[in-house]
């Protein structure tokens, strides 16, 4: 295995050297997928409220407790909140 290869280790995407792009681009691509899920649903507006909460959101706090996030990415990041919670 190369330092460079992604790996998964207790919940985290990273390289052998410390590179944790890959933990930010799952947070990532959960919460789009998860707000898609939620954007045409048949859903009251609590409940799809609860899943973007546990399924989208869950994923981040865990990862931004440990890994630093630059402001344009938690930008982004509540950029797609705001969009998934307008959705629900």
Same mark, same amino acid.
């Given at each position: 295995? #190369?330092? %460079? %290869?992604?790996?998964?280790?207790?919940? /985290?995407?990273?390289? $052998? #050297?410390?590179?944790?792009? !890959?933990? =930010?681009?799952?947070?990532? @691509?959960?919460?789009?997928?998860?707000? %898609?899920?939620? =954007?045409?649903?048949?859903?009251t507006? =609590?409940? !799809?409220?609860?899943?973007?909460? &546990?399924? $989208?959101? $869950?994923?981040?706090?865990? &990862?931004a !407790?440990?890994?630093?996030? &630059?402001? &344009?990415?938690? #930008?982004?990041?509540?950029?797609?909140?705001? @969009?998934? /919670?307008?959705?629900?």
């Amino acid at each position: 295995m #190369n330092l %460079d %290869d992604v790996c998964r280790y207790l919940r /985290y995407w990273g390289t $052998g #050297n410390g590179y944790m792009r !890959a933990t =930010k681009e799952v947070v990532r @691509q959960k919460i789009i997928t998860t707000r %898609d899920l939620i =954007k045409c649903h048949p859903l009251t507006p =609590k409940l !799809a409220t609860e899943l973007f909460t &546990s399924k $989208g959101m $869950g994923v981040f706090p865990f &990862s931004a !407790a440990f890994i630093e996030w &630059s402001e &344009s990415e938690l #930008n982004d990041v509540k950029r797609l909140c705001v @969009q998934a /919670y307008k959705y629900a």
